[in-house]
């Protein structure tokens, strides 16, 4: 059975408790790229907990706009991803 590095890297991480903070790292590499500075600048602090991401905004209104872009934005980071690992965006 030939396996390609990609997907033995990828079975590690996904098998593993690196998990965790290898998605958060690619999640705030995506965040600050993708998103709009006026997003970023207002971003606080971003974390992974399971299948949640707690995003820190410091703007009542970016956080309420954010919030009704809830389900974009889980598709996105999937997308990003390559897989399903956010269920659920909580803001704070």
Same mark, same amino acid.
């Given at each position: 059975?030939?396996?390609?590095i *990609?997907?033995?890297? /990828? &079975? !590690?991480? &996904?098998?593993?408790?690196l #998990? #965790? %903070?290898?998605? %958060? #790292? /690619?999640?705030?590499?995506?965040?600050s /790229?993708?998103?709009?500075?006026?997003?970023t600048d207002?971003?606080?602090?971003?974390?992974?907990?399971?299948?949640?991401?707690h !995003?820190h905004?410091?703007?009542? +209104? !970016? *956080? &309420?706009? =954010?919030?009704? #872009? /809830? +389900?974009?934005?889980i598709?996105?980071?999937?997308?990003? =991803?390559d %897989?399903?690992?956010?269920?659920?965006?909580?803001?704070?």
């Amino acid at each position: 059975m030939d396996l390609h590095i *990609k997907d033995v890297l /990828k &079975n !590690l991480v &996904n098998d593993s408790s690196l #998990s #965790s %903070g290898f998605h %958060g #790292s /690619k999640i705030e590499q995506f965040w600050s /790229k993708r998103m709009p500075q006026s997003i970023t600048d207002r971003t606080t602090s971003i974390k992974l907990r399971g299948k949640s991401l707690h !995003l820190h905004i410091s703007s009542a +209104a !970016l *956080k &309420n706009e =954010l919030f009704n #872009s /809830k +389900a974009k934005i889980i598709e996105m980071l999937n997308e990003h =991803l390559d %897989g399903d690992y956010i269920s659920d965006v909580v803001f704070h």
